[in-house]
């Protein structure tokens, strides 16, 4: 059982950055892939990024690709979303989710998920 809280959201202007953290309880953190998603108002929840369990491998949106950075410290059971450049477009609640294997792009394939914090981009 892995548990998840995201923090770091807020409103910020366009072209500003915002650090995301995604808190994980429970002492297999190190075995889960992690991944970012979001969903905004009367849209489908989206693959942002994900990372394996080791750190070693990452993989992106082409919408983000260049603007965000994912990385993990299993020393603190903490994964992070770095977001610079920040558009109006980016606007929606992140979601961190874990899965028990390798990362996938598919939000139905992650077992745990967070209850998400909103990230609003606007001047």
């Not at 990024?49 to 965000?68: H, L, M, N, P, Q």
């Given at each position: 059982q892995v548990q998840l809280v995201e923090s770091g959201g807020g409103l910020v202007q366009p072209g500003g950055s915002l650090r995301l953290s995604c808190a994980a309880s429970g002492r297999t953190f190190s075995s889960y892939a992690m991944g970012w998603f979001r969903q905004a108002p009367g849209k489908e929840r989206e693959f942002?990024?994900?990372?394996?369990?080791?750190?070693?491998?990452?993989?992106?949106?082409?919408?983000?690709?260049?603007?965000?950075?994912i990385s993990r410290d299993n020393a603190k059971n903490t994964v992070y979303l770095q977001m610079n450049s920040l558009k109006p477009e980016d606007t929606a609640v992140y979601y961190c989710a874990a899965r028990s294997s390798w990362y996938r792009t598919d939000p139905d394939e992650y077992d745990y998920w967070g209850q998400g914090t909103q990230v609003t981009v606007s001047s």
């Open positions: 942002v990024a994900a990372i394996s369990w080791s750190g070693g491998s990452t993989y992106y949106a082409d919408s983000v690709k260049g603007r965000f950075t």
